[in-house]
């Protein structure tokens, strides 16, 4: 029932985005008022780097306003790439979320015109404080790479969106990224810090840096109205852009409804907006309603530049919009004015704008597609090559050669209002690694991110696997293009799609399910899929296991896969007698050479098609216990995955939707209630009260998991008052003090030890009680480093002749994730009110 609910919602997302909008790769065109604004973005050499820590942290209307209405370079640096989020579109998570979001802040830059960064820093999960963050992140790394990304983007201002010196008041990476940022500012102007970053590199001070502060921070209006502003800026950010036909804030609504995957959608808004900027350190601002005052942002600032201004200057002076191309001699002009500067870094930013404004001003367009989304190495592809001039000026075209692009002709002549289309073979080398992002290459440790190529640093992404290489020349100016090969296909329903292309691995090998857990001693079947990319003739199939698990067949043949072709296999599955954890992973051998790896596609219209690489592998869990309960009822919540974990350790599992109980529930050794259920489906959980009681009064065991605590009363939560509250456990090594080794749900049908809170992931729980009824008692103790100790995280009472059980416990992270600890406790609570323990089943045996 889970899967239909989160399947409606993403056929739900699916239409609304399909009509919405199409992802970056989208061909657009500038219009002419929009190539005049990029001609004005020429005389503005100032730059901006707004830092934070999580996607959809950065504020769009600034961004927006620094892009457009200052018309300043300006990025967001976002130290993760928000791997520990949730996902609102779809079942990915960790870092396939991760790779999400990258997409989706590269989807809102394009839309606000800034562009973006990351470091290595991983987004492990919440945390409470700056220093539990650095204990998990390599702080030095960090910095490493934000002092490189300084000293390549050469910032003016530096605008931290959280506030360094409230550590504890937000998440944890929200204050670190504005205590490094503070950090870097000065490291990144010290030739001793990072020097072997100064072999390519200078050093680079930024003039000042600012602190994004607003109301919100300083609790409520009234407060922030009576704060003394001497040291803020205020900016008024409520910009309309003709050449738009867009308000700042609306854009900013626009860049912001690209984080999709946390239901960001957002409503832009008109008229006035104010931001403000508090100063702290570097360059007092000589004029406090301009955060670049003081900074030379024109072309002055460049050694001869002056008499680059001048020329742009009459340039904007004269543009025709009716006849854009008529700025071409001068544009070309201004270009070569350009190209004599001695100084390399603006020169380089502004030729390349300016190459592009040539471009869109004579109506060139370039692309370069392939009529297939994958292939593998080794292979030749088509190539086609369309190169349209709309424009009344001519150019020559030169196809450079290289080694892994034939052309049938490299020199051809693209003369005003001429179009061609030029066939190319893609030689794709023989030995050539699989399309994956370079961040996930190599094993990530929880706090980070490895990957050795440091020029890669601060890189959302490596961009098109393949380009074809162009000079176009025109009056005798060469402009260098680089068009990505591209998938470009026709869907009756969207048009015109354009999907990066991708190299896949000869052989993809997959597993079923990414755990398996074995309640008794029999065998379960492990399906195994190889895809054949390429077609092969003969080859074997292995399942790679733990010593003592027994795996029949020992293999299988395979035969004569066609490209593209898919077969599923199974392998049946035997654990050893004792408790046992271990990985399985599929193996393909054809002669000397051997596949292990997955391919896993994400594939949402709001961004280009996504692929990951990595070697197939899941989990094998034998948890080694005694489960009484024979028959259970599970009420949904929002989604989570605890019902078929239940299944796993043998018990029959019944599942509802709140709505959908029914009235006698007698039959049922436990009731389960799903994660959240409190909070999603408040009517129906009422009007469940009666029977949940009657349930319990005549022998039943209750067990509720976590809810927020957000508009709970404490009578919600079953027939006993419980009060939540946001504690939460987020180190999942705190120590866990059993507080009651005797009681039942400790000790029976499975002695629970210290033993059984080992490995778990990411956290230990959230939004425990801290009231609760005198009949309940507290079982576990736990707290996060310096804090006390909190005991709600599981509570148990006696009511009538049944159990009630409430755990905060994050059972639903930890389930999933085979973790044998959980499975215990898991049995312990859906059997506590069995009486006749243990229960033989089927197979005549309930020990396991
Ligand atoms: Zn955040």
Known sequence: MKKNFITSIIALLFLSTAVAQENRLAHKQPNTAEIYHNIEKLGFLGTALFIAAHPDDENTRLISWLANDKMARTAYLSLTRGDGGQNLIGPQLREQLGMIRTQELLEARNIDGGQQFFTRANDFGYSKHPDETLEIWDEQAVMEDMVRIIREFKPDVVINRFNHRTPGTTHGHHTTSAMLSMKVFDLAANKNSYPNQLENLDTWQAQRVFFNTSWWFYGSQEAFDAADKTNLLEIEAGTYYPYKGLSNSEIAALSRSQHKSQGFGSTGSRGSQTEYLEFLKGSFPSDKSDLFSGINTTWTRVKGGSRVQTLLNSIIANYNFKKPTESIPALLELRSKIEKLKEDHWKNIKLAELDQVILDITGVYLEASINTATATAGENLKVKVEMTNRSNQNY????????????????????????????????????????????????????????????????????????????????????????????????????????????????????????????????????????????????????????????????????????????????????????????????????????????????????????????????????????????????????????????????????????????????????????????????????????????????????????????????????????????????????????????????????????????????????????????????????????????????????????IIYTGLSLFRELPAGVSGAYKLLANMISLGVENQPIENKDGQRKL
């Open 396 to 803: 020559e075209v030169t196809l450079l050669p290289n080694k892994l692009m034939e052309v049938d002709k490299s020199q051809v002549s693209l003369n005003a209002a001429k179009s061609f289309t030029l066939d190319a073979t893609l030689k794709i080398p023989a030995v050539y690694e699989a399309s994956s992002p370079y961040y996930l290459k190599e094993k990530s440790t929880l706090g980070m991110y490895q990957f050795k190529d440091r020029t890669l640093t601060g890189k959302p992404e490596t961009g098109a696997e393949f380009v074809v290489r162009t000079i176009l020349k025109i009056n005798n100016t060469e402009l260098y293009r680089e068009i990505p090969i591209i998938h470009k296909r026709t869907d009756p329903v969207r048009g015109e799609v354009n999907e990066p292309f991708h190299i896949v691995p000869e052989v993809a090998v997959s597993i079923e399910n990414p755990v398996y857990v074995f309640s008794g001693n029999s065998t379960q079947p492990i399906q195994v899929t190889v895809k054949a990319n390429k077609a092969l003739s003969t080859g074997t199939l292995e399942l790679c296991h733990p010593d003592g698990w027994n795996i029949t067949p020992r293999d299988f043949n395979l035969t004569e896969l066609k490209k593209g072709e898919e077969r599923t296999f199974i392998f049946n599955v035997q654990p050893p007698k004792n408790a046992s954890r271990g990985v399985v992973s599929g193996l393909v051998k054809i002669g000397a050479k051997t596949y292990s790896q997955e391919v896993i596609k994400i594939d949402y219209d709001h961004i280009p098609d996504q692929q990951l690489v990595r070697n197939n592998e899941s989990q094998v869990v034998k948890p080694g216990l005694v489960n009484s309960a024979r028959t259970v009822a599970y009420i949904n919540g929002a989604g989570d995955d605890v019902a078929q974990a239940i299944e796993a350790i043998g018990s029959k599992v019944f599942k509802f939707e709140p709505s959908e109980v029914p009235n006698d529930l007698s039959k049922y050794d436990a009731v389960v209630v799903g994660i959240r259920a409190f909070n999603v489906a408040k009517e129906d959980m009422a009007a469940l009260q009666p029977r949940l009681d009657t349930y319990v009064k005549n022998g039943g065991t209750l067990m509720m998991q976590y809810n927020t605590n957000r508009r709970i009363s404490p009578d919600a939560l079953g027939p006993l008052p419980i009060t939540l509250s946001r504690k939460r456990v987020t180190d999942e090594n705190a120590t866990v003090t059993i507080l009651k080794p005797q009681h039942k749900i400790m000790s029976a049908p499975n002695a629970i030890t210290s033993k059984d809170f080992e490995d778990w992931v990411q956290e230990r729980g959230l939004y425990f009680p801290t009231k609760w009824d005198a009949a309940f008692t507290p079982i576990l103790g736990m707290h996060d480093k310096q804090e006390e100790m909190t005991t709600g995280s599981l509570i148990v009472a006696e009511y009538g002749d049944g159990h």
